[in-house]
């Protein structure tokens, strides 16, 4: 079964379903970029290619239980479902491989000593929640919930002062850089929405 074919099967299982935040298509565009970005993290640390069958299922299929179980349990529902959803479809050993990463993709802890490829889906997982696709992702929340952009722009504020914690929690040093770049670009985008937004008090323009 090719990418695209299982893309399908991914897209098809979470039609229609929301999280928690009202983001109905938020989790089917999130597993796909994962899928992708976890085989670029494997190209950049020098991994074998032959983890990309492994890291393309297990990345995809991720967060298939994201929007119908609650947080904490969405690891371990998600292997089971993608169980049922590949069986007969992806190797039976693959697919077990796989599973396994799911089940623990949110339990990040970096002297885990778990696989590699376990590693790697946990690191683009969490990176794809930063840059561009968390801006987009937190001004959505807002208009969702009806918040002022000034309360959207406070809470990026507030996310800067995580960094280090959030690099800690990043296995490579790739990883590493692309959240130092990610992070970069939202301080960017602060400080010119700061000028637009919140810069009341006359002068220059931006
Ligand atoms: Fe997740
Ligand atoms: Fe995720």
Redesign the pocket.
């Known amino acids: 079964m090719n990418q695209k074919e299982l893309t399908a099967i991914l897209q098809k299982e979470l039609e229609g379903k929301q999280d928690i935040a009202g983001r109905g298509v938020w989790t089917v565009d999130h597993c796909i970029r994962v899928s992708h970005l976890v085989l670029k993290l494997r190209k950049a640390v020098g991994a074998s290619a032959k983890l990309d069958s492994l890291l393309f299922v297990a990345g995809l299929f ?2 298939v239980s ?1 929007d119908s179980v609650n947080h904490q349990n ?2 371990a529902a998600g292997a089971v479902r993608m169980k049922q959803l590949l069986a007969g479809k992806v190797n039976p050993k693959l697919l077990n491989q796989a599973a396994a990463i799911v089940a623990v ?2 339990d990040r802890r970096p002297d885990d000593g778990r696989d590699i490829a376990t590693h790697l889906v946990q690191d683009a ?1 969490m990176l794809d929640h930063f840059g561009t696709l968390r801006i987009w992702a937190d001004f959505g929340f807002a208009t969702h919930h009806d918040l002022h952009m000034t309360e959207t722009l406070e809470f990026l504020r507030q996310e800067q002062k995580m960094r280090v914690r959030y690099k800690s929690l990043l296995h490579f040093a790739v990883s590493q850089q692309e959240l130092e770049s990610r992070l970069d670009f939202e301080a960017m985008f602060l400080k010119r929405a700061d000028k637009e937004c919140r810069d009341m008090s006359g002068g220059e323009l931006v």
Request: net charge negative; proline share 0%.
């Open positions: 991720h967060d994201h969405h690891g993709h949110d997982d």
